[in-house]
Antibody, heavy 119, light 110 residues
Framework: EVQLVESGGGLVQPGGSLRLSCAAS????????MTWVRQAPGKGLEWVSV???????YYADSVKGRFTIPRDNSKNTLYLQMNSLRAEDTAVYYC?????????????WGQGTLVTVSS | QSALTQPASVSGSPGQSITISCTGT?????????VSWYQQYPGKAPILMIS???HRPSGVSNRFSGSKSGNTASLTISGLQAEDEADYYC??????????FGGGTKLTVL
């Protein structure tokens, strides 16, 4: 059974850093394309970043230069390293696995982890 | 990376059909057949309903269908049921190799 479990969320001050984890089970994260999507309280979905099987990574303009999406194949875990955090980064962060046979759709999602950026 | 445009809300009665539009540009929706649709219940993770404009993943009801014309993609739900009441989001691949979501549409089943 495919499962994604996010962790690492919490309260952080503006300008601080946080690393989110997305532990995958039931499949190999290195053989899948995966993404991070966030949702601010009461708002819509916002795409954050994607990593493809070959290692290529892409970022939304709103996080480029501040966030990275490393992957630890030995731990079957995806991360989102978030630096220089701002109040507008406050959101629930979801990780998701790509749909086999597609390259831009995400079939399996975690439960989300809440990041609050506030002093 | 401007968000795709969706109506804020749509409504329909049980048994009816509704369509949700998703309008972008030639740099996203119109340029690629990489539009997806997601359903989201309050406080829950999104659920993939349609991929690549019109493909239904395994397990998704055939009451859900997708299409595209020019820069506008559409999600149609036929035989509306109470359980379809949720938020719906479209997403598209872009010419910058990124993804972009629509603002979301709240579906109310009357």
């Amino acid at each position: 059974e495919v499962q994604l479990v996010e962790s690492g969320g919490g309260l952080v001050q503006p300008g601080g850093s946080l690393r989110l984890s997305c532990a995958a089970s039931g499949f190999s994260a290195s053989n899948s394309y995966m993404t991070w999507v966030r949702q601010a309280p009461g708002k819509g979905l916002e795409w954050v970043s994607v990593i493809y099987t070959g290692g290529a990574t892409y970022y939304a303009d709103s996080v480029k230069g501040r966030f990275t999406i490393p992957r630890d194949n030995s731990k079957n875990t995806l991360y989102l390293q978030m630096n220089s955090l701002r109040a507008e980064d406050t959101a629930v962060y979801y990780c998701a696995r790509g749909l086999v046979g597609s390259t831009t759709a995400f079939e399996y999602w975690g439960q989300g982890t809440l990041v609050t950026v506030s002093s | 990376q401007s968000a795709l445009t969706q109506p804020a809300s749509v409504s329909g009665s049980p048994g009816q059909s509704i369509t949700i539009s998703c309008t972008g540009t030639s740099s996203d929706v119109g340029g690629y057949d990489f539009v997806s649709w997601y359903q989201q219940y309050p406080g829950k993770a999104p659920i993939l309903m349609i991929s690549d404009v019109s493909h239904r993943p395994s397990g998704v009801s055939n009451r859900f269908s997708g299409s595209k014309s020019g820069n506008t993609a559409s999600l149609t739900i036929s035989g509306l049921q109470a359980e379809d009441e949720a938020d719906y989001y479209c997403s598209s691949y872009t010419s910058s190799s990124t993804l972009v979501f629509g603002g979301g549409t709240k579906l109310t089943v009357l």
